[in-house]
């Protein structure tokens, strides 16, 4: 069986990391697998190729903003590297990731896959497909509505721009390219339960068959680590975690960092530690048991960090998944956060309080229950392990690919 992966990334963020693996599980079962990546370094790895040079993206992203064009059109020439590669290589199978950072044509990908009857899976790791649109939808519904969107309250997170509100184009010409696929030909993978019910609300996707995969966590990094200790001043009685891709105090940033600090006010006697890539904020303007770790330095310095908390706090206000749930449950570690769509849907419940959106009375009662109630860490891991091991979303994803390879052979 020959397969294409085409992702933005290709081992780096999330997303790429699970091309990554996968690419690595497809070649060492004796599949054939290419990898087409849009963003980030050229790989010098055999069967991987980037499709768009980083000068396009930025000219791609330069006409979005400023004069209006579609965020998920243009991007003729990458468009046609990889269709070029497509009709080259014969796969049996081509699998879609997280295709968006202005490098493809995506509308025009997806009907050339449909109507030319290339078998097809498609996996949802945020929400832009299904939308038409929005990376996350929130509360919004009008890309559920059968004439789709339209006078568009979130443009510029929506579209990519403010200048005008093409949205409903969009979402026309993303349905098309659903719309091309033979039901029998292509198969929806969402990142969680709670994505599987949002495609089956789209007018766009729900069509197709839809199955849930969770995403995999390396297990052998991600485990329990007896004795872990977090080494900082000060005397605390616990240490909450929380991990993030930016921290900033803007009340509308989606991560929730504002409300750390408010935690942190509410339990002067607990610690928060906060790991984050990218940081807008100086350790001066908070309150002294707020500790800026930083970036993690690598994966294993980030279990050893979730092995050595007492809780982890996931603040996002909407999340597809939520890959530090999964990895803090692997570490031993309980999970406390808002309802947010993924995290809730796919943590373990015994293990995991989540409550509604901006509640922080219910999220500090809720440290406080999981810190006196002393859960076993090894007991979290032996369940974590079992859900999110890597092993597992690769046997799911090959299981996938045999079934449609196998269909009308």
Not at 31 to 58: P, W
Request: charged share 20%; aromatic share 10%.
């Amino acid at each position: 069986m020959k397969v294409i992966q085409v992702n933005c990334m290709y081992k780096r963020g999330s997303t790429g990391k699970i091309v990554f693996d996968l690419h690595n599980e497809l070649l060492s079962k004796g599949y054939h697998d290419l990898v087409y990546y849009g963003r980030g370094a050229s790989s010098q790895s055999d069967n991987v190729r980037k499709f768009c040079y980083e000068i396009e993206a930025h000219i791609h992203h330069f006409f979005v903003k400023y004069c209006g064009i579609l965020r998920y059109g243009g991007n003729f020439i990458s468009t046609y590297r990889v269709i070029k590669a497509i009709e080259e290589q014969k796969p049996d199978i081509v699998h879609i990731h997280c295709i968006n950072c202005y490098c493809i044509n995506i509308y025009r990908l997806l009907y050339y896959l449909g109507s030319n009857g290339i078998k097809t899976v498609i996996t949802h790791h945020a929400e832009f497909l299904y939308t038409g649109n929005c990376p996350h939808a929130y509360n919004c519904n009008k890309w559920q509505k059968p004439n789709g969107c339209f006078d568009c309250n979130n443009l510029e997170e929506a579209t990519g721009t403010k200048i005008i509100d093409r949205s409903h184009i969009s979402w026309l010409k993303m349905k098309k390219a659903f719309d091309s696929f033979q039901e029998d030909k292509c198969i929806n993978v969402a990142v969680s339960p709670w994505v599987k019910s949002r495609i089956k609300l789209s007018v766009i996707a729900k069509r197709l068959n839809c199955v849930v995969v969770n995403n995999g966590v390396d297990t052998d990094i991600f485990k329990y680590k007896p004795g872990g200790k977090l080494h900082f001043e000060g005397d605390y009685d616990a240490t909450i975690l929380h991990v993030t891709s930016s921290f900033s105090l803007d009340r509308k940033d989606p991560k929730g960092g504002w409300m750390i600090v408010q935690l942190a006010n509410m339990l002067p006697n607990i610690r928060f530690v906060v790991v984050c890539l990218n940081n807008q904020v100086k350790e001066d303007e908070l309150p002294i048991n707020i500790h800026l770790w930083g970036a993690a330095k690598n994966r294993e310095e980030l279990a050893s960090l979730y092995s050595a908390a007492n809780v982890t706090l996931v603040l996002s206000k909407r999340e597809t998944y939520s890959m530090v749930t999964a990895e803090s449950l692997c570490c031993g570690t309980p999970v406390v956060g808002f309802l947010a769509g993924g995290p809730e849907s796919i943590a373990i419940e015994k293990f995991s309080t989540f409550v509604e959106y901006g509640d922080l009375n219910a999220i500090k009662e809720s440290i406080c229950k999981i810190i006196i109630a002393n859960i076993q860490k090894a007991d979290v891991e032996r369940e974590a392990k079992k859900i999110y091991a890597n092993s597992t979303m690769l046997s799911n994803y090959l299981s996938i690919y045999n079934s449609l390879y196998k269909a009308e052979q």
